[in-house]
T-cell receptor, first 115, second 114 residues
Framework: EAQVTQNPRYLITVTGKKLTVTCSQNMNHEYMSWYRQDPGLGLRQIYYSMNVEVTDKGDVPEGYKVSRKEKRNFPLILESPSPNQTSLYFC??????????????FGPGTRLTVL | AQSVTQLDSQVPVFEEAPVELRCNYSSSVSVYLFWYVQYPNQGLQLLLKYLSGSTLVKGINGFEAEFNKSQTSFHLRKPSVHISDTAEYFCAVSLGNQGGKLIFGQGTELSVKP
């Protein structure tokens, strides 16, 4: 089944404790992206990647890191989480970044709480 | 700067009634337009999209949307809703010249009551 998977789905942690949220897609997509969803703000892009070893900042990159060593994986790293990073996070992938469709396929989400 | 505004944060409606969820965007360049649906505790799923051509776009689950370039709107409609349509709906625009970036509206929570 074609899908985007994220782990963990739920995470409660404390301020300053480094964490990684994994994202993997099995559709051979070039483009991958991370969003955070906050009430009343919709989804905002954190980082995106057009291909392996190519990443760039989205609208809200502060406090986050990403890497793209393999085409299928795009982990999100919080080196020193803070309470304002409590949010619902979505990973998404798309067949290509400059194609006509630009449809993005979303993972199930990771609900992160930073105490 | 490009932006998307969903004019209603919550829309309550009775089952079998028609519904319209409103979306306006601002952009100085051509855009691609999308509606996504998020069911409780799930990720986002594409309902429909407008890329070019006919301004009336039909999607899944009986939804349709009309692109109006002069009013920069892309309102979502369904003639008769079901309880199962209860979800949050997001309008989004994609700028084809910016690496596939999606700009989302704030979301509209559709609540269908029996």
């Amino acid at each position: 089944e074609a899908q985007v998977t994220q782990n963990p789905r739920y995470l409660i942690t404390v301020t300053g404790k480094k964490l990684t949220v994994t994202c993997s897609q099995n559709m051979n997509h070039e483009y991958m992206s991370w969003y955070r969803q906050d009430p009343g703000l919709g989804l905002r892009q954190i980082y995106y990647s057009m291909n392996v070893e190519v990443t760039d900042k989205g609208d809200v990159p502060e406090g986050y890191k990403v890497s793209r060593k393999e085409k299928r994986n795009f982990p999100l790293i919080l080196e020193s989480p803070s309470p304002n990073q409590t949010s619902l996070y979505f990973c998404a992938s798309s067949p290509d970044y400059a194609g006509v469709s630009n449809e993005q396929f979303f993972g199930p989400g990771t609900r992160l709480t930073v105490l | 700067a490009q932006s998307v505004t969903q004019l209603d944060s919550q829309v309550p409606v009775f089952e079998e009634a028609p519904v319209e969820l409103r979306c306006n965007y601002s952009s100085s360049v051509s855009v691609y337009l999308f509606w996504y649906v998020q069911y409780p505790n799930q990720g986002l799923q594409l309902l429909l999209k407008y890329l070019s051509g006919s301004t009336l776009v039909k999607g899944i689950n009986g939804f349709e949307a009309e692109f109006n370039k002069s009013q920069t709107s892309f309102h979502l409609r369904k003639p008769s809703v079901h309880i199962s349509d209860t979800a949050e709906y997001f309008c989004a625009v994609s700028l084809g010249n910016q690496g596939g970036k999606l700009i989302f509206g704030q979301g509209t929570e559709l609540s269908v009551k029996p």
